[in-house]
């Protein structure tokens, strides 16, 4: 199998947040610089263990450790008016985003919103774009001020399930 000749660079990328019904946001202005760390096949736990220092063994203990994440975007405003929606709305769950439909709300009551990277590769010539999309996040975020200012977006994606996650 060949390697694709045209790695992934910022313009490729886009964000879409969406909540467990019909909410759905696109990041704009943002930096292309989203990571997603520590992604593992199973997202299990390693507990070494020690004998005097020196291991001996290596268990997979609790499933499915969570996914943290981050990406910053250019701030238009802390939250929109009546018309539009900033992510600072999401963040901060306000105006229309107040009241949004939990993408977790069978495993409690975090509000939880699902965030999907997609990396354009179908203009390369690829067969398709790629696609990371992480479903039961809670996201926190740091404003700044600047030229331009910021908001830096942290992400937790939990996983509850089998389908926490997914790659194309």
Not at 44 to 53: E, N, W
Not at 134 to 147: A, H, N, Q
Request: proline fraction near 2%; charge should be negative; glycine fraction near 8%.
């Amino acid at each position: 199998m060949a390697n694709a000749s045209s790695p992934l660079i910022p313009k490729d990328g886009t964000i879409v947040i969406t909540d467990g019904a019909a909410l759905s946001f696109t990041v704009v202005y943002e930096d292309g610089d989203f990571a997603a760390s520590d992604l593992k096949s199973d997202q299990m736990m390693t507990q070494v263990f020690k004998d005097r220092g020196i291991p001996y063994s290596a268990r997979e203990t609790e499933r499915d450790e969570a996914i943290e994440g981050t990406f910053t975007c250019h701030a238009v405003a802390i939250v929109g008016d009546n018309t539009t929606a900033t992510i600072g709305d999401i963040v901060l769950r306000k105006k229309v985003w107040a009241a949004y439909t939990s993408t977790a709300a069978s495993f409690g009551d975090a509000k939880c919103v699902q965030v999907a990277w997609t990396g354009e590769r179908t203009d390369l010539g690829a067969t398709s774009d790629t696609t990371l999309t992480m479903k039961y996040c809670r996201l926190s975020g740091d404003f700044s001020e600047g030229i331009p200012a910021k908001w830096s977006i942290k992400i937790r994606n939990f996983c509850f399930s089998t389908d926490y996650i997914s790659y194309g």
